[in-house]
């Protein structure tokens, strides 16, 4: 939802966001050019109710997610080609699913569409980057710009899109003359299984102000900038949003990678490792060896000589929302 607002904005033609997020009306930037068609969820209701027999989701294994006889599926894809038929969009940006890749591209509509990190080469993604005239990733350069599977050119990376990319921290907001070094733990809801040893962390740091967001009974805000850059150290997962935000921010940043689909999160906590971007732990990670390496992170924060880490200018967050948009331009031409 962030980077399709983000997107949305870096563009001057009038843009429609497909989704089954819930948008509030104070997120869209603009509400007469960006307007939002909610969709139905991809399944069935109620939502408890179990798969049909013989539903084979993945159409023997051909895709990810398309269920037999699933009502949210059906009404979902109807309304996509519908609003596709009434609009004739020059081109479509994919968020990424491969059955509206492919059900964009049937209507011989242009579609675009975002690679994920991680190893994707199983027969869907083969056959949804095989038919897209543009693959983006929202990564920087450095990290390199693969041929994916199925196609037959190279993704263009535009660099991390953030929401607060048009924000910079401000002077001083990470206090060196602070008694207390202070932890920020973000915690995601994509996960869905809680990390318990962060849990004694904080203890065995010892005199350290630590501060937790997110998670399941957590405290939420909306708008965790400040919190992100008054922070001498940021705890998180390695979601693409995430690190684009935390990027944003030239926060220093402990990388605890979660379990996903195609490795996602671990192939980017890999490349900012590599990068020397990030101090990245294990899911095999002792308290100890978690309690060392934030240790180390704050001390690299807190003896530097500026604010930032330099994360903002090498994960290419200025500017990545309008190279995105000029590639959905070139298409769209």
């Known amino acids: 939802m962030h980077r399709a607002l983000s997107v949305a904005a870096a563009l001057d033609d009038e843009v429609t966001i497909l989704t089954s997020a819930r948008i509030h009306d104070e997120a869209n930037p603009d509400p007469g050019r960006i307007r939002i068609l909610p969709l139905p969820l991809d399944y069935g209701e109620p939502v408890a109710a179990p798969d049909p027999p013989n539903a084979d989701p993945t159409a023997g294994g051909r895709l990810h997610w398309a269920p037999l006889r699933q009502s949210g599926l059906r009404r979902r894809m109807a309304m996509i080609a519908a609003w596709i038929d009434s609009h004739t969009p020059d081109v479509v940006l994919s968020d990424i699913s491969v059955e509206v890749t492919l059900a964009v591209r049937l209507t011989g509509t242009p579609v675009v569409s975002m690679v994920l990190p991680g190893r994707r080469d199983d027969a869907p ?22 041929v994916p599977a199925g196609a037959a050119r190279p993704l263009v990376p535009v660099g991390g899109v953030s929401r607060f990319a048009c924000r910079h921290p401000e002077p001083g907001a990470r206090d060196r003359g602070r008694m207390r070094p202070r932890v920020l733990h973000l915690r995601g809801s994509g996960g869905g299984v809680h990390d318990s040893r962060w849990d004694a962390v904080p203890e065995q740091l010892g005199d350290v102000e630590w501060i937790s967001l997110g998670g399941p009974g957590g405290r939420w805000v909306a708008d965790p900038w400040d919190e992100i850059c008054r922070a001498d150290a940021v705890v998180t997962a390695a979601g693409q949003s995430s690190i684009a935000d935390l990027a944003a921010a030239d926060a220093h940043i402990v990388v605890a990678p979660e379990e996903r689909p195609f490795d996602e999160q671990d192939a980017t906590a890999v490349t900012l490792d590599r990068l020397g971007l990030a101090e990245v732990v294990s899911r095999q990670d002792s308290v100890d060896q978690l309690v060392a390496v934030v ?22 967050v200025d500017g990545a929302a309008t190279r995105l948009a000029g590639v959905l331009e070139a298409v769209a031409r």
Not at 126 to 146: E, I, K, M, Y
């Open 125 to 146: 993604h083969v056959l949804a980057h095989g038919v897209c005239t543009s693959l983006v990733a929202g990564w920087p350069r450095a990290a390199g710009a693969p």
């Open 295 to 316: 240790r180390r992170t704050l001390e690299c924060s807190r003896s530097g000589a500026g604010t930032g880490s330099g994360l903002r200018q090498a994960w290419e």
